[in-house]
């Protein structure tokens, strides 16, 4: 029996919206992409948190579970927002929210720079 869960799964269920203010930003964390067809009630297979500043979208990254984990499928933060502490903040994020993080399997060299700076511990 599993006394703690390590993701939480109202994150992949639609009606799931929580924001937070980082600097000028804006940090949405909602259910990912729903399939074609998946019946009203069914979760996503995917968790997403969108960084606005104002109404434009700067950067999201995209979850799923492996293993009682979350993993990035992908992260992307426009070119002239970075270095800003944005995708960090979203990392945090979506501890906060009541979820463990671990590597993607599918890092690439950046994805890996990242995640041994700030998020290995």
Request: proline letters at 5%.
């Amino acid at each position: 029996m599993r006394l703690v869960e390590l993701v939480n799964p109202k994150v992949f269920h639609r009606g799931f919206e929580r924001s937070m203010e980082y600097g000028p930003y804006t940090l949405v964390a909602t259910p990912g992409y729903f399939r074609y067809g998946q019946k009203f009630g069914e979760p996503s297979d995917q968790f997403r948190i969108e960084a606005r500043k104002g109404r434009v979208m700067v950067g999201w990254v995209n979850f799923e579970n492996i293993d009682d984990n979350l993993e990035a499928l992908d992260l992307h933060i426009d070119p002239k927002h970075r270095r800003k502490g944005i995708a960090t903040a979203m990392y945090k994020f979506a501890k906060e929210l009541g979820n463990n993080i671990a590597p993607s399997s599918k890092q690439t060299a950046m994805g890996k720079l990242f995640w041994n700076k700030d998020h290995s511990q």
